[in-house]
């Protein structure tokens, strides 16, 4: 069975990953795709490796990469519309691998309209899976989609109720990453540490955004994040671009300042993982549409790479890792800040949580655990079941 998976980037971090590599954008496309895939952002190929162990014929896709993008297109002769070269590349690459399953990893970028081209375009389409897992604006994507697929309880119960099939897959973390750290990084080196996005707007991060200016009040809390509001018309570029697609309400007004002076730019990829273990204690707190469910990708990120989580209390969290034995919660921003006091306080008990942590991520939160959920799916959908 062939599977063919469309990936979106950060728009922010293929601009990082060419100009750290100017000359990589002349390079031909397997160079090219080899580096993105090696900088492991996002899911990278980690569900099309696994899929592959399971027998499937794959291959990724990163439609936005416009220098990878072309080069395909130049090494093939295909001429395209200058205005609308990601979906005539995007489609001529569908059409050319004839894929049996389409898993969409973007719902922003990839419309309704493009769906269902590529269904016309390429009969070989036999399902469509979806993945969304931060507030969207425009739904109706979701109805070209077979089974739209979320890490988020929420979301998945939402879904449902507007009479879509939806499934819940977490997030998980790819072992290989661990083989492209240095060793020689392994001690951390920052106290405790925090990379992700912050967009202050409803659903998105208004707690976040809460915590942190707390926390950098009262901590010695290190950030990695753009906190810098877009403007009302580049907020769905904006938003999709920290967030892997969707649109939101228009942004309140600037992050708090405190947070701002203390922030620096933005980690992806390797650069990220390498961050999240430097650092003591890592943070995460969650998405404001992710209520009561503890599922974002940080908890499998900051565990994987063997960092001590700090991580806030969710209802489900008990079936994903053991707290206070694997990873470390909190109820408020008052628990927070004493718990990492205590954590930066008891270096023994902080190894022993993170060691856990780690250990029960590489045991039960790996992709070739999730892998084989999605192909429970894809052949239960496929059967008719």
């Known amino acids: 069975m062939r599977l063919l998976k469309i990936g979106v980037y950060y728009s922010n971090y293929l601009k990082q990953f060419y100009a750290r590599r100017p000359d990589l954008a002349g390079a031909p496309y397997d160079a090219q795709h080899a580096a993105l895939i090696g900088d492991c952002f996002g899911s990278s190929d980690f569900w099309t ?44 690459q569908v059409r050319d691998f004839r894929p049996d399953v389409l898993i969409v990893a973007d719902y922003s970028t990839v419309t309704a309209a493009f769906i269902r081209r590529l269904r016309d375009v390429c009969p070989s389409v036999r399902l469509v899976l979806g993945w969304c897992g931060a507030p969207y604006g425009d739904g109706s994507v ?181 707290p206070d034995a694997e990873v470390i919660a909190y109820r408020d921003a008052d628990e927070c800040v004493e718990k990492v006091k205590y954590l930066l306080g008891h270096e023994s008990r902080r190894r022993d949580i993170a060691a856990a942590g780690q250990c029960r991520t590489l045991r039960d939160h790996t992709f070739a655990s999730r892998a084989a959920l999605i192909d429970a799916v894809i052949r239960e959908e496929l059967s008719g079941g």
């Not at 922030?263 to 003591?280: I, K, N, S, T």
Request: charge should be neutral.
């Open 142 to 322: 979701f109805g070209e989609w077979d089974v739209v697929l979320s890490c988020v309880p929420e979301l998945v119960a939402h879904f449902r109720g507007a009479g879509h099939r939806a499934r819940h897959v977490n997030h998980a973390f790819e072992p290989r990453v661990l083989d492209k750290l240095d060793a020689r990084e392994a001690a951390p080196a920052v106290d405790f540490v925090f990379v992700g996005s912050l967009v202050k707007s409803e659903r998105f991060h208004l707690g976040r955004e809460k915590l942190l200016s707390r926390l950098v009040k009262e901590t010695g809390l290190q950030l990695w994040s753009e906190v810098g509001p877009p403007p009302p018309s580049r907020l769905r570029r904006a938003a999709h671009s920290l967030l892997r697609g969707g649109a939101a309400e228009s942004p309140q007004s600037s992050v708090d300042a405190r947070i701002a002076r203390r922030a620096r730019p933005p980690l992806f990829g390797l650069d990220m993982f390498r961050q999240l273990r430097a650092g003591r204690v890592a943070l995460n707190t969650h998405i404001d549409i992710s209520t009561h469910s503890a599922s974002n990708m940080r908890l499998f990120e900051a565990t994987g790479v063997g960092a001590c989580l700090l991580t806030d209390a969710k209802e489900n969290l008990r079936e994903l890792f053991e």
């Open 49 to 92: 490796r696994e899929l592959s162990r399971l027998g499937y014929e794959t291959r990724d896709l990163v439609i936005n990469a416009g220098p990878l993008q072309k080069a395909w297109a130049a090494e093939r002769g295909l001429a395209f519309d200058e205005g609308g070269w990601l979906f005539d590349i995007a489609e001529a």
